[in-house]
């Protein structure tokens, strides 16, 4: 069946430092959304890439589709402490298959 | 306000002992779905909902029912609980028209002993 792979599984940064986290799926997605859980929380939708290459960017946070529609990533700017939480994705075929998430610990 | 409610948010409940976690909400979105959240496997989809009595397996679906009568609601039925269905439970909306694009509840925690 289709798996979406993400990496890493946890990351600890220094405030102000950068951070990005790779979605790759074993088939072509329709699209792919990404989601933010702060620590016990639920989901909060981020965003949806649709087209082949698609770059978007929400402030500090840039997402990116790749070319074959097979892996994106996202990456923060400058992280900040509010930034704390696991990001997934979640890949659009049927089922919805999400990543497993990474694990972001940003330190004052 | 624009929201999914989860009932219960906790439950302890014994092997065997059929249980209903209740989803409901109020942005007349055509989609929902259900996926359960475990340490280090991350989000499954268990079962999801295009529209009223449209209803399809996700995931994992083995050890669960739904139902789709109305829009607004999607229980999600545990007919024989066993002690594997422990987890944090979350039901999931969304539109027609950008049905992934999902908003979530607040969860469910599900202790089966």
């Not at chain 1, 990116?64 to 402490?81: M, P, R, V």
């Not at chain 2, 475990?38 to 083995?62: C, F, H």
């Not at chain 2, 694009?101 to 607040?106: A, K, V």
Request: charged share 20%.
């Amino acid at each position: 069946g289709q798996q979406v792979m993400q990496i890493p599984q946890y990351q600890h940064v220094q405030e102000g430092e950068d951070f990005t986290t790779y979605c790759n799926s074993s088939t072509t997605l329709s699209n792919i959304q990404w989601y933010k859980q702060r620590p016990g929380g639920h989901p909060v939708f981020l965003i949806q890439l649709v087209k082949s290459g698609e770059v978007k960017k929400q402030k500090r946070l840039t997402f990116q589709f790749g070319e074959a529609k097979k892996n994106s990533s996202l990456h923060i700017t400058a992280t900040q402490t509010t930034d704390v939480g696991t990001y997934f994705c979640a890949g659009q075929n049927t089922p919805l298959v999400f990543g497993k998430g990474t694990r972001l610990s940003v330190i004052a | 306000e624009a929201q999914v409610t989860q009932n219960p948010r906790y439950l302890i409940t014994v092997t065997g002992k059929k249980l209903t976690v209740t989803c409901s909400q109020n942005m007349n979105h055509e989609y929902m779905s259900w996926y359960r959240q475990d340490p280090g496997l991350g989000l499954r989809q268990i079962y999801y909902s295009m529209n009223v009595e449209v209803t399809d397996k996700g995931d994992v679906p083995e050890g669960y029912k739904v139902s789709r009568k109305e829009k607004r609601n999607f229980p999600l039925i545990l007919e024989s609980p066993s002690p594997n269905q422990t987890s944090l439970y979350f039901c999931a909306t969304g539109t027609r028209l950008s049905p992934y694009e999902q908003y979530f509840g607040p969860g469910t925690r599900l202790t089966v002993t």
